[in-house]
Nanobody, 119 residues
Framework: QVQLVESGGGLVQPGGSLRLSCAASGSIFSINFMYWYRQAPGKERELVAR???????NYAPSVKGRFTISRDNAKNTVYLQMNSLKPEDTAVYYC?????????????WGQGTQVTVSS
């Protein structure tokens, strides 16, 4: 089973940037869809962005134009570049994948990486 480890979170001021990484223990070449989700305190986990194996991307309306998801299959890593961060982006960010749109999650949800946007 592929394991995923998120990193890159931290404390940043509003308007700042962070780049999150999701490192896989095995190849993600055959994983058609990779996702970033986030969960803020007291809220449900929500989809942030998705990237397909061919490079097509989808974003939540709240982050579109500010966040960019990318994948490097050679490094087995998925990234989330977050710019113009807002306090409402504060959450724990998680990554996961699906081999197809209807398949189960690639792995159980990990520890995630905390992003805190505050002055």
């Amino acid at each position: 089973q592929v394991q995923l480890v998120e990193s890159g979170g931290g404390l940043v001021q509003p308007g700042g940037s962070l780049r999150l990484s999701c490192a896989a223990s095995g190849s993600i070449f055959s994983i058609n869809f990779m996702y970033w989700y986030r969960q803020a305190p007291g809220k449900e986990r929500e989809l942030v962005a998705r990237i397909a194996s061919g490079g097509n991307t989808n974003y939540a309306p709240s982050v579109k134009g500010r966040f960019t998801i990318s994948r490097d299959n050679a490094k087995n890593t998925v990234y989330l570049q977050m710019n113009s961060l807002k306090p409402e982006d504060t959450a724990v960010y998680y990554c996961n994948g699906r081999r197809s749109a209807s398949s189960d999650w690639l792995t159980s949800w990990g520890q995630g990486t905390q992003v805190t946007v505050s002055s």
